[in-house]
């Protein structure tokens, strides 16, 4: 599985979007991108996942450039629950390794 | 949709004594499930990977005799940290993967905290 790299913690204004970076430069082209959020003491959420396409649910967008070596995941009106810390990750078949994370933290 | 759960979600046991902690899929039948640990401000760390009617695939450096797995059915999957010490101290979260289209993705319980004192 392709190594992952992300920023140690970000800010956001409650309401504002929250844009998540993700470096993944060696991913091959089999591997999708996963994100998951662990708030505190929980288990990790499922937010989304993508091949090479943009794709959007309920809870995130999530942009992958072209070359597919980096992701954006998109919180569009961030809310004092979306404090969490967020993994990326890169998956061929099932398994999957985190990395790090990038802590956010959504401010009043 | 995509449910796991695990229980129990806290224990705190004496040094040398065995805890079982078990993994189900609510909902759906699992491919595959996962077992990670979680040390306090660190990541997750996959212990082993276990499917169905077939012994688990442990990462390097976990015991496979002390953490032992066994995985029933396609939607049971349990851990037992044997001879448990103090250092055995974490949150274990399990993950169970659900094949859609072309690819698995894992869901997660809530954890398990575990005490050994």
């Known amino acids: 599985d392709a190594k992952t790299t992300q920023p140690p913690s970000m800010d956001c204004a409650e309401g504002r979007a929250a844009n998540l970076p993700c470096n993944h430069s060696?991913?091959?082209?089999?591997?999708?991108v996963y994100w998951y959020r662990q708030i505190h003491s929980q288990g990790p959420q499922y937010i989304i996942h993508?091949?090479?396409n943009n794709e959007t649910n309920e809870m995130a967008s999530l942009i992958i450039t072209e070359d597919r070596k980096s992701s954006t995941l998109i919180l569009p009106h961030a809310t004092l629950r979306d404090t969490a810390v967020y993994y990326c990750?890169?998956?061929?078949?099932?398994?999957?390794?985190f990395g790090e994370g990038t802590q956010l933290t959504v401010n009043p | 949709g995509a449910v796991v759960s695990q229980h129990p979600s806290r224990v705190i046991c004496k040094s040398g004594t065995s805890v079982k902690i078990e993994c189900r899929s609510l909902?759906?039948?699992?491919?595959?499930m996962f077992w990670y640990r979680q040390f306090p401000k660190q990541s997750l760390m996959l212990m082993a990977t276990?499917?169905?009617?077939?012994?688990?695939?442990?990462e390097q450096g976990v015991e496979k005799d002390k953490f032992l797995i066994n995985h029933a059915s396609l939607t049971l999957s349990t851990l037992t940290v044997t001879s448990a010490h103090p250092e055995d101290s974490s949150f274990y979260i399990c993950?169970?993967?659900?094949?859609?289209?072309?690819?698995?993705?894992?869901?997660f319980g809530p954890g398990t905290r575990l005490l050994v004192l």
């Open positions: 993950s169970a993967s659900l094949l859609d289209s072309t690819v698995e993705t894992q869901y």
């Open positions: 060696t991913i091959s082209g089999n591997e999708y």
């Open positions: 993508g091949l090479k």
């Open positions: 990750s890169t998956t061929s078949g099932s398994r999957l390794t």
């Open positions: 909902d759906f039948q699992a491919t595959t």
């Open positions: 276990s499917n169905e009617g077939s012994k688990a695939t442990y």
